[in-house]
């Protein structure tokens, strides 16, 4: 099936050319709103054509809401043709096409609770700032009446495209732009009830009619081809995606204004049409990423997942528990088969030179005697798992840079050396989300990574490395490469640094294509394009904006309720990985122990069963 982008580019084609060919044909630039709009409207009967081709009965209210889309539509052309009449297309269309693709995402969201990914999101942006950068280089002085017939062409547009939508969700294509085309008849037939309007639409068709009429209907009978294709496209996706696309129209005008009508351009306008044909085509390129990433292939929902969680003693304790007793709670009753565990520089080396594994060898040692015994990441590096990412010792910082690098290598060794002979450790993983600027760290040396990694190898080669990034936002393949297997984190809920404090606690509009795509783009690009991929931290918590023991726990629950927590299970599983690290046991733990709520432990244990 063909998607909705190609059908809307080519109807900004088809509207575009046409609009270059009305200017060709028409005598004169004054035009009468009414008399264009009557004769716009009368011409949608030709939708009656389609009816051989998929007509079906449908209710009463379809019917209704597919005249009601026809009016608006029509209702927008008459503001559109109000306008164009005061002032020239160049100075007012890319508004419109700026301002009604917003109007549609309002009355998409409010009316079909339109949720848009973040390919869509991107492409769209790009896409409406192209038309506010036409607007903005072209003269303006218009007035407010000016502005009003924008607006209102705007808005009735998008009031049009979503009640289409709704429409077309109730029955099929033809039948619904059968009845909007109606609709639009009706109104434009309705116009003529008055007669100082029947009159002056009589004797002014005259005057702006094309000099040669039959080219003039026979250029709107092709614009009619671009309108049917935008229906087509609406039919197929988001109103608000197709209503974007609208400004790509005007860089059609303007290549075919330079090349057709020998129109020249100088200065900053031709400069913001050419910026604008850039951001056009950025625009649709995330736009093709989003349909591309749509139609991957389903992934296999009956294949084999190997899950696991990461403990943290460090966050054990914050809560306020025993971490020991946390610990023995999650591979006795849990009983995850994969566990990943966290080497704390400032936990194994609080003094220069000296090392205490105590706390790692208690957690590997009772990791030996579970049964069954999970398979062991271990985790080492500057910058490790939870808050504040980088837990380095108080007497490095105080080194210079190139020093603390040189006794974070030193502290690697020593903990290979320590624990390369334990079998139940399967990959080492150097660092975390390395290159993510997330955390409170400090500067990194040159080359910091491939020296780890380097290290590493060098000292136990019989192991995987593992490195990680994170999943929405970081740069995948730049920490990939330096690893035999990559693992991803997946948050849905956040509190980002930078927009939290306006927004709070977000979600993220990320679909789980969105990380099948990125998987295949990485794959492409890396030394190693069949290394594993996984999921290195699965959100199982609230993420606040202050640390959960600072949280009320109401406010926790608001942010990550138990079905919250079972919709984020089947979204990672709808991303197609094989293998999950499930992000807060510990949290589940207390929930259970300190708050006498077990259900996130009960989902965990369900899942890692």
């Not at 630039?29 to 079906?56: E, H, M």
């Not at 002032?87 to 508004?95: V, W």
């Not at 760290?441 to 995987?464: H, I, K, M, T, Y």
Request: glycine share 8%; hydrophobic share 45%; net charge positive.
């Amino acid at each position: 099936m063909i998607g909705w982008l190609p059908v809307a580019v080519a109807a900004q084609g088809i509207l575009g050319s046409a609009a270059v060919f009305d200017k060709l044909l028409l005598k004169k630039r004054s035009i009468d709103a009414w008399s264009y709009t009557f004769w716009f409207g009368i011409l949608g009967g030709f939708a009656v054509l389609l009816l051989p081709f998929g007509f079906q009965a449908t209710s009463l209210q379809v019917i209704l809401l597919g005249i009601i889309a026809g009016v608006f539509f029509i209702a927008s052309t008459f503001f559109l043709f109000a306008v164009l009449d005061k002032i020239e297309a160049s100075e007012t269309l890319p508004l419109i096409g700026s301002l009604s693709p917003i109007f549609t995402l309002l009355f998409s969201w409010l009316f079909l609770n339109t949720r848009l990914g973040i390919f869509d999101i991107l492409g769209f942006l790009f896409l409406v700032a192209t038309g506010f950068l036409l607007f903005f280089v072209e003269k303006k002085d218009f007035s407010a009446r000016v502005l009003f017939y924008i607006l209102g062409s705007s808005m009735f547009l998008a009031a049009s495209h979503v009640a289409s939508k709704i429409v077309f969700g109730q029955t099929s294509f033809i039948t619904g732009f059968f009845w909007i085309k109606v609709g639009g008849v009706l109104f434009a037939l309705s116009v003529l009830l008055s007669r100082r309007l029947r009159k002056d639409i009589l004797e002014k068709s005259e005057h702006t009619a094309a000099s040669n009429r039959w080219l003039y209907f026979l250029n709107r009978g092709y614009a009619s081809l671009g309108s049917l294709f935008i229906s087509g496209a609406i039919f197929l996706s988001e109103p608000a995606l197709v209503d974007a696309t609208q400004n790509l129209r005007y860089v059609i005008i303007f290549v075919l204004a330079w090349f057709v009508l020998r129109e020249r351009f100088r200065g900053k306008v031709l400069a913001g049409k050419i910026v604008a044909a850039v951001l056009i085509t950025i625009g649709l390129g995330w736009l093709t990423l989003g349909e591309y990433a749509r139609n991957l292939p389903a992934v296999i929902e009956d294949r084999p997942i190997a899950w696991g969680v990461t403990f943290s003693d460090k966050f054990s304790s914050q809560l306020g528990l025993d971490w020991r007793n946390n610990f023995d709670a999650i591979l006795t009753e849990l009983k995850p088969k994969k566990l990943r565990l966290i080497a704390y520089w400032d936990e194994i080396e609080r003094e220069r030179g000296i090392y205490d594994f105590s706390v790692l060898d208690w957690q590997l040692e009772r990791v030996g005697r579970s049964d069954p015994r999970p398979d062991v990441v271990l985790v080492m590096g500057l910058k490790t798992p939870r808050w504040p990412e980088c837990h380095i010792p108080e007497w490095a910082l105080g080194l210079t840079v190139e020093e603390r690098e040189a006794a974070l290598r030193k502290h690697l060794g020593a903990v290979v050396k320590q624990y390369r002979k334990n079998d139940a450790i399967k990959m080492w993983q150097i660092e975390n989300e390395p290159y993510l600027m997330f955390g409170k760290c400090q500067r990194r040396g040159a080359d910091f990574l491939e020296q780890e990694v380097n290290l590493v190898r060098s000292l136990d080669p019989s192991r995987r490395i593992l490195m990680t990034d994170g999943g929405e936002f970081g740069l995948w393949a730049v920490v990939a490469k330096y690893g035999d297997v990559f693992g991803t984190t997946m948050y849905r809920k956040a509190y980002p640094t930078l927009i939290g404090p306006l927004f709070g606690v977000i979600e993220y509009p990320i679909t789980p294509n969105y990380f099948r795509l990125k998987e295949q783009i990485t794959r492409s690009i890396i030394p190693n394009p069949k290394q594993p991929f996984l999921v290195i931290e699965l959100q199982g918590e609230p993420w606040s904006p202050k640390h959960l023991n600072e949280t009320p726990y109401e406010r926790q629950l608001e942010i990550f309720s138990p079905k919250y927590f079972r919709e984020t299970i089947e979204y990672a599983k709808a991303t197609g990985f094989e293998e999950y690290y499930l992000w807060g046991a510990e949290w589940w733990y207390w929930v259970k122990t300190a708050q006498g709520h077990p259900e996130y432990w009960d989902i965990g244990k369900s899942v890692l069963k």
